[in-house]
């Protein structure tokens, strides 16, 4: 299969949504990461979106929506704080997990009776959905462990000839996934990924609105905040270079970075081997925007190590943000 970037115009969108149609597979963008979509009511090309990235198939994956009334076509429920952050945070980066319909193949939930949903706020995806009329399932267009893909040259660079057609949609404008939250339990809203909607936005949201009896947490709160084994092995947007996180003052950091670029990091990373990340007094924002962009780049440059900053900031952006480095890492931070 040969692999055709194309740009996103009417007549090429138009040919993509063929290929959703007949059940195969095309990488588009949205306003987080490039996705790789599929035709999420029908099993088997699901099933090829787990071959194509190497995904493990209890990974469930977000089914992409265009329409408002569409939540409704998959749910067994909505519920009115689903209806209030689909109000507030639609098209935009936040996924909403709740009950599943029978009609959403368990393929697509990683086997899971409940489904995660979203409509992006990228106009080629919103084309892509409602030309191919029906649902996109798309997890990010990487291979699985590799870092999230944000411009079409990444995708390229994981998927080429293993996907019909990407579209081009330039640099995706958050650059990390979205925040995703669990909606089923009563009087909780369980966030399982931080992204940039963040837990205080939410929180407004429902105050606003008069919800004062739901409470808004993390799931995995220790996981982001403080590792409990540094060395724990999580491969997710893993870079081919070693990769460890520096937390410390600036001046501290800046020093540490020098004595690694000297003398190397564990027999890694000496002279002109090391790659930096230090997005410095950078708005959490841009700094998101950029992380796996500049992971790749540095792989592409064929550096051994990866010395990534810790933000020194603590808004909930950075927090999503260090969320990331962590996982990218493995865990794998130096206090200095
Ligand atoms: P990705 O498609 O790579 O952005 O990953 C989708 C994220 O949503 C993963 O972190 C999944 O674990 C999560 N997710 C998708 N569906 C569900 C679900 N039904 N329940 C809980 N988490 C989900
Ligand atoms: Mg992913």
């Known amino acids: ?37 599929a035709n999420g009511l029908n099993e088997a090309a699901v099933k090829k979106i787990y071959e194509t990235k190497g995904r493990p198939s209890d990974n469930p994956m977000i089914l992409h929506i265009a329409e408002y009334e569409d939540l409704r076509k998959l749910v067994k429920e ?51 959905i409602k030309e191919s009329g029906t649902p996109i399932a798309a ?17 390229l660079n994981d ?20 925040t995703v939250v669990d909606l089923t339990k009563d009087g909780e809203i369980l966030i399982l990924r931080p992204g940039l909607v963040t837990k205080g936005e939410i929180e407004e949201a429902l105050n606003t609105c008069g919800y ?35 937390k410390g003052s600036k001046e501290k950091v800046l020093a540490e970075i020098e004595r690694i670029k000297k003398e190397g990091y564990l027999g890694l990373g000496s002279g002109n081997k090391t790659g930096v990340i230090y997005f410095k007094d950078l708005d959490a924002k841009q700094a998101v925007k950029q992380f796996f962009a500049k992971l790749r780049d540095l792989d592409e440059e064929g550096v051994e190590l990866i010395i990534s900053v810790a933000p020194d900031k603590t808004d909930e952006v950075a927090y999503a943000l260090m969320n990331r480095m962590l996982k990218a890492s493995g865990y794998k931070v130096i206090k200095v």
């Open 1 to 37: 299969m040969k692999t055709q970037i194309l740009m996103p115009t009417v007549e090429n969108i138009k040919k993509a949504s063929e290929v959703i149609k007949k059940g195969g597979l095309v990488a588009f963008p949205t306003e987080t990461v490039y996705g790789l979509g």
């Open 78 to 128: 909505v519920n009115s704080v689903s209806e209030l952050l689909s109000e507030t945070f639609w098209p935009g980066p936040l996924t909403l997990v709740l009950k599943k319909k029978d009609k959403v193949p368990s393929m697509a939930t990683g086997g899971l009776d409940t489904v995660a949903v979203r409509m992006p706020a990228h106009p080629v995806a919103l084309a892509l």
């Open 139 to 155: 997890p990010s267009a990487n291979l699985s462990g590799r870092p999230s893909p944000t411009r079409a040259k990444d995708v």
């Open 159 to 178: 998927l080429n000839n293993r996907v019909e057609i990407i579209l081009e949609g330039g640099d995706c404008e958050v650059g990390i996934e979205s």
């Open 212 to 246: 004062e009896n739901i409470t808004v947490g993390y799931a995995n709160e220790e996981d982001a905040l403080s590792p409990k084994s540094p060395g724990m092995k999580y491969t997710h947007y893993s870079p081919k270079a070693e990769m460890i996180i520096l």
